[in-house]
């Protein structure tokens, strides 16, 4: 799953689609599945997705995709544990931060490594 800013208020189904690397169509049917998930719709229908309904997919997709569970899994673990869920997936969201800024920050020391075994040659 990939980080976005919140740069906007409304997101349209494509740029969802693109944080989680999933395709529309999935997003659709969680739709269709998760009562939590509920675009708005503008006078022509297109989806615009606000921040509630990226927190509530955000969910699923942790549990579906991360954790494997099936849809009724899911499901029946939103609908038991949502306080649990919701906190385990805050703290694997800001690890996976974490480890992301520790990856580029060993990039750049590798590369001031590297600028300086490339003087002492």
Avoid: C
């Avoid at 800013?5 to 409304?10: A, G, M, Q, S």
């Avoid at 269709?32 to 509920?38: G, L």
């Avoid at 869920?85 to 990856?103: A, C, G, M």
Wanted: aromatic share 10%; net charge positive; hydrophobic share 35%.
């Amino acid at each position: 799953m990939k980080s976005f800013k919140k740069e906007k208020i409304l997101y349209s189904i494509q740029e969802v689609a693109k944080m989680f690397n999933v395709n529309a169509s999935l997003l659709r049917y969680w739709e269709s599945e998760f009562d939590s998930i509920r675009p708005s719709k503008s006078d022509k229908g297109t989806r615009q997705y606000s921040e509630r309904d990226i927190e509530a997919i955000r969910l699923v997709y942790h549990l579906v995709k991360e954790k494997g569970l099936t849809l009724s899994g899911a499901k029946q673990k939103l609908k038991t544990d949502k306080g649990g869920v919701v906190q385990t997936e805050d703290i694997v969201y800001r690890l996976k931060f974490v480890r992301s800024e520790l990856s580029a920050l060993k990039e750049e020391i590798e590369e001031i490594e590297k600028h300086f075994s490339d003087l002492e040659n």
